[in-house]
Nanobody
Framework: QVQLVESGGGLVQPGGSLRLSCAAS????????MTWYRQAPGKERELVAFITRTGDSTTYADSVKGRFTISRDNAKNTMYLQMNSLKPEDTAVYYCNAVRTTNIYWGQGTQVTVSS
């Protein structure tokens, strides 16, 4: 059974940090490109960061460049998102996504709230 399970979300003050994790099971994690998306209330889901299956290339949304870092550990079947200098506008549900050709998997999401 394919599973993507996000964790690490929570409430943090502006300027703080969080590290999200996405644990994968039921498929060959190292064969899939991985992406973090987020969706704020009343807004469309948007791409936050992307990493290739080998981890040799990454892409970020302009809004998070220099603050967020995506990484993966294929030996642990896990992807990460280190989020620093968090802003209230980063508040959203964060989802992980796995893609390989026509196979697309989504996690259930983890809430990140940035507020004082």
């Amino acid at each position: 059974q394919v599973q993507l399970v996000e964790s690490g979300g929570g409430l943090v003050q502006p300027g703080g940090s969080l590290r999200l994790s996405c644990a994968a099971s039921g498929f060959t994690f190292s064969s899939y490109h991985m992406t973090w998306y987020r969706q704020a209330p009343g807004k469309e889901r948007e791409l936050v960061a992307f990493i290739t299956r080998t981890g040799d290339s990454t892409t970020y949304a302009d809004s998070v460049k220099g603050r967020f870092t995506i990484s993966r550990d294929n030996a642990k079947n896990t992807m990460y998102l280190q989020m620093n200098s968090l802003k209230p506008e980063d508040t959203a549900v964060y989802y992980c996504n796995a893609v390989r050709t026509t196979n697309i998997y989504w996690g259930q999401g983890t809430q990140v709230t940035v507020s004082s």
